[in-house]
């Protein structure tokens, strides 16, 4: 497939990727406490090992491939962290 004058591979991976990109500038945008919570919730079934003890994602924090993370409890990810 080309994009811009790119060729786009099309496969498992790079659709794994675009549907991330998609749900964390969904998810990502959400303020308050309700955003946190509903972070929490997708990351805990996207992330290698998620402990949901005391764990916070701010809104507008970019996480690169989280199926490659483990986060412990007590955790604590700022707003705009990349």
Known sequence: MKIIGKDYNLNRQNIKKEAWIWLEALVGGIPGKSGELF????????????????????NYTHIRYPWNIQIGNYSYIGKGTQ
Request: include cysteine; charge should be positive.
């Open 39 to 58: 972070r929490s919730i997708i990351y805990r079934n996207l992330f290698t090992s998620f402990n949901n003890t005391r764990v916070c994602i701010c």
